[in-house]
């Protein structure tokens, strides 16, 4: 699978670089660059990349305002000098945190990832409408059909299953 991705950094040199070690990589393609925060919002909804590496410290700005400014639907990957933001990123859900100078083998697991998490979403099935699900109620063990359910309802640290008949 081919990965479109952005590259958001204030420093020319920086994207430069950064570019230069993507080209290793043949499932990921460099769709634009941006130097500061509208520019990245605007190549976002034009490119709607799926990797936005992005730097934290833009001139007079923070790259954590990104994410306010779209809508996120895109992985994260701080590239950044500073380690300070770390906890931060990880809370923000981003996929990695890649120090510069960037070194390519890390930036390589970043890489590999991204792919394991996609194919671990590619492995994921959701529900026929035929299909059984197991349930323990009680002290007895039953197979519902989905179709019989008619919703879930959260009950502490439990779930309420009920079907149509109310059961």
Not at 120 to 149: H, M, P, Q
């Amino acid at each position: 699978m081919k990965y479109k991705t952005i590259i958001v950094d204030d420093e020319r040199l920086a994207r430069k670089e950064m570019r230069r070690l993507l080209a290793e990589f043949d499932e990921i393609t460099v769709a634009g660059e941006a130097e500061n925060l509208s520019e990245a919002v605007c190549l976002i909804e034009k490119e709607k990349p799926q990797i936005v590496f992005l730097d934290i410290q833009l001139s007079g700005e923070n790259g954590f305002e990104l994410l306010e400014k779209t809508a996120q639907n895109f992985k994260l990957i701080f590239v950044t000098a500073f380690d300070a933001y770390a906890i931060r990123a990880f809370e923000v859900n981003a996929l990695d945190y890649l120090l510069k100078p960037v070194n390519p083998e890390r930036l390589a697991k970043a890489i590999e990832r991204l792919t394991e998490e996609t194919d671990k979403k590619a492995d994921i099935r959701t529900f026929e409408f035929d299909d059984r699900i197991f349930l323990e109620i009680g002290n007895r063990s039953v197979f519902l059909k989905v179709c019989e359910i008619s919703h879930i309802n959260s009950s502490g640290d439990y779930s309420e299953v009920l079907t149509a008949q109310g059961k």
